[in-house]
């Protein structure tokens, strides 16, 4: 089995007037569940839309349900468009060989939210974790990363 965790949102904010510090808070994590990857002889994929359940490809087999992340921006200015950018690194556990990890990609989420009069806005997460493909099998533990979220005042 593989369980994956973050070690939490990273931010980055574009605000060409920044009146008071702008922060993203993580309300809920992205969370891919809990799954096992019984063979790792071809890619396989695990998505976690914004609505609707889960979906596999491959050979991963979840045993938990995933659930998207759930995100708040805020000291932005009042009913402003915002855009929203995400990327990851891939997702190792410690004590185990470099060659096994997983990708994030395919990020599921609204290209812009517009901020309310108080200058936050919320949105939710969904992705995509990939398997590496590369034979090698990976080893019952807790995969980490870090999810990039840039934040740009439009």
């Given at each position: 089995m593989a369980?994956?965790?973050?070690a939490g949102a990273m931010?980055?904010?574009?605000?060409?007037v920044p009146a008071v510090a702008q922060t993203l808070q993580e309300m809920d994590p992205l969370a891919f569940g809990t799954f096992v990857v019984p063979s790792n002889a071809a890619v396989s994929t695990l998505t976690v839309p914004l609505t609707g359940s889960v979906s596999t490809t491959g050979s991963i087999i979840a045993l938990t349900q995933g659930m998207p992340g759930r995100y708040r921006v805020g000291g932005l200015p009042g009913n402003a468009i915002v855009e929203i950018d995400v990327t990851a690194n891939p997702l190792f556990a410690t004590a185990v060989p470099p060659s096994q990890f997983f990708?994030?990609?395919a990020f599921d989420h609204p290209l812009t939210v517009i901020?309310?009069?108080?200058g936050t806005a919320t949105f939710r997460l969904g992705a995509t974790l990939s398997t590496s493909g590369?034979?090698?099998?990976?080893?019952?533990?807790t995969y980490t990363g870090t999810i990039d979220i840039t934040?740009?005042?439009q």
């Amino acid at each position: 089995m593989a369980a994956i965790a973050f070690a939490g949102a990273m931010a980055a904010f574009a605000c060409p007037v920044p009146a008071v510090a702008q922060t993203l808070q993580e309300m809920d994590p992205l969370a891919f569940g809990t799954f096992v990857v019984p063979s790792n002889a071809a890619v396989s994929t695990l998505t976690v839309p914004l609505t609707g359940s889960v979906s596999t490809t491959g050979s991963i087999i979840a045993l938990t349900q995933g659930m998207p992340g759930r995100y708040r921006v805020g000291g932005l200015p009042g009913n402003a468009i915002v855009e929203i950018d995400v990327t990851a690194n891939p997702l190792f556990a410690t004590a185990v060989p470099p060659s096994q990890f997983f990708l994030i990609t395919a990020f599921d989420h609204p290209l812009t939210v517009i901020t309310n009069a108080a200058g936050t806005a919320t949105f939710r997460l969904g992705a995509t974790l990939s398997t590496s493909g590369s034979g090698v099998p990976y080893t019952e533990s807790t995969y980490t990363g870090t999810i990039d979220i840039t934040v740009t005042l439009q």
